[in-house]
């Protein structure tokens, strides 16, 4: 029982509370999500049921709450795309969920670790811009981009272009006002579109059916049964689903894992997750979301935060939020379709641009090329590929950098006059590896002509490569042979190798030559 969760009358009442917040902040969200990802829009409110009751009852993050991520919706949509058909998706979700199980079980908890930020921070910018390209339809009341602009003018639905402009101003500005903002913004969202909804009916600012939220209305057991989509799993051998199905499970933990990290430091309590555990609940919450018609999903930011700032204190504010998602799908979905995809396209517009925002491009140039060129090729070969390309491609710039950086400190090189004497002395690092032979070399082989002593130490070293090695010998000879002087400073084959002493059982490093 110790891995799931029990009740705490104690946190209950600052847990009841912050879910209604985290509720109301999920409902939008969930259905924003699927809408960007091409999925029924109920399969977002699905999800976030399942990130709240399944996924927090088995995490030990207390403060974390998980559902459809807007870093997936790049993903997702190209999937449903190649793959042809949501059911053949679902197999992928399933797939990406034993995956992440296999991570947990390989105690693969630090992998966001291996990633480099500037990497990681593109992707986020690249989906961000793609969100706000594939939202500014919907946030003009249209089907898509038209083919002019005279066309656009005169296609833009001016209802709901106000909708989405009113959502946007209550997102940005409504927790600036002390006396309203105990309500949550995207409470206020829905309010507002549901009101201008009613209002401009029968006026020429009216909002058409296609432009709601439409999720199934259950009336009757039949229609309960009916709502659920089921995977198609005679596809579980195409080699295209199992690409989507790496790539989901891949992203989601490194999402999920940046999230649990933040959230962590987020904590008043300063609590600390078990990551592996962490992984071992998103893979079964996305098993079962793949099971009956979700999306796949990740612990997210945006409703932990909403979470830590409502005064959370356990998860059972994140299970309470599932709660209150089907209660609502269960008691009020005609009220939920009255919700202009307007709204929306508001909080999605509000969300891309933080992923996404100037200030995140200005923060990478300040620090230096090595972060701010990877950040960059990730962000474009994102919105003009896709995800996996883009991140692929970012990672491949980012190990250019680390390799050239590796090369030009591998050594320190000075030179200095004594009366008629010129000494060159080559310190070596300590890791030189065969990546550094070409700087070695060069300098080596430029070291002036009139220099008396040449002076090349690795004492400072731990490992030098064979390869060097037999560079620095091959140069001895030559400089010999001009009559010049040469030291080589403890210049051989190094290894580290790790033992353990027998008495006092502790690790020691040992120098072997």
Known sequence: MSAFWKLSMRDLKYDVPASLVVFLVALPLCLGIAMASGAPLFAGLLTGIIGGVVVASISNSQ????????????????????????EIFLVAVVLAGCLQLLLSLAKAGNLGSY????????????????????????????????ASFAAFADTVNFGAFFICAGSILILLYWQNIPVV????????????????????????????????????????FADFSGIFTFPDFS???????WIVAITIAIIASIETLLSIEAVD???????????????????????????????????????????????????????????????????????INMIPLACLAAILLVTGYKLAKPALF???FKRGNDQFIPFVF??????????????????????????????????DYGIYEEASK?????????????LNKPAIRFSLQNIPRKANEIIIDGRQSKFIDKDVILIIKEYESIFLSRGKQVQLLDIHDKQIRIKKNKTTNKVNKVCVQ
């Open 422 to 434: 010129q000494r060159v002395t080559v310190k070596l690092s300590e890791e030189v590896s065969f």
């Open 265 to 335: 430091k987020m904590d008043p309590m300063k609590r600390s997750t078990n990551t592996n555990r962490e992984l071992l609940a998103q893979g079964v919450g996305n098993i079962s979301a793949g099971m009956l018609g979700g999306l796949p999903l990740t612990s997210v930011i945006v409703r932990s935060s909403a979470n830590v700032n409502s005064g959370g204190r356990s998860r059972q504010s994140a299970i309470l939020h599932g709660v209150w998602l089907l209660l609502a799908v269960a008691l009020i979905p005609v009220v």
């Open 362 to 364: 200005l923060d990478m």
């Open 235 to 241: 596809q579980i051998l195409n080699k295209e689903v």
């Open 63 to 86: 403060l974390s709450v998980s559902g459809p991520a807007a870093g997936l919706t790049v993903i997702v949509l190209g999937a449903i795309q190649t793959l042809g058909a949501y």
């Open 115 to 146: 990633f480099p930020s500037s990497v990681i921070l593109g992707m986020l910018a690249a989906i961000g811009i793609t969100i706000i390209i594939q939202q500014i339809p919907y946030g003009l009341g249209i089907a898509g981009y038209p």
């Open 181 to 220: 903002r105990v309500v949550p913004a995207p409470l206020m969202v829905v309010i507002l579109g549901i009101g201008s909804y009613l209002l401009f009916q029968g006026t020429g600012f009216e909002i058409p059916s296609n432009q709601l939220v439409a999720i199934p209305v259950i009336s009757s």
């Open 378 to 411: 990730t962000v474009i070969a994102i919105v003009f590929t896709d995800l996996l390309t883009g991140v692929g491609i970012g990672i491949v710039i980012s190990i250019l950098f680390v390799l050239r950086n590796n090369m030009s400190n591998s050594f």
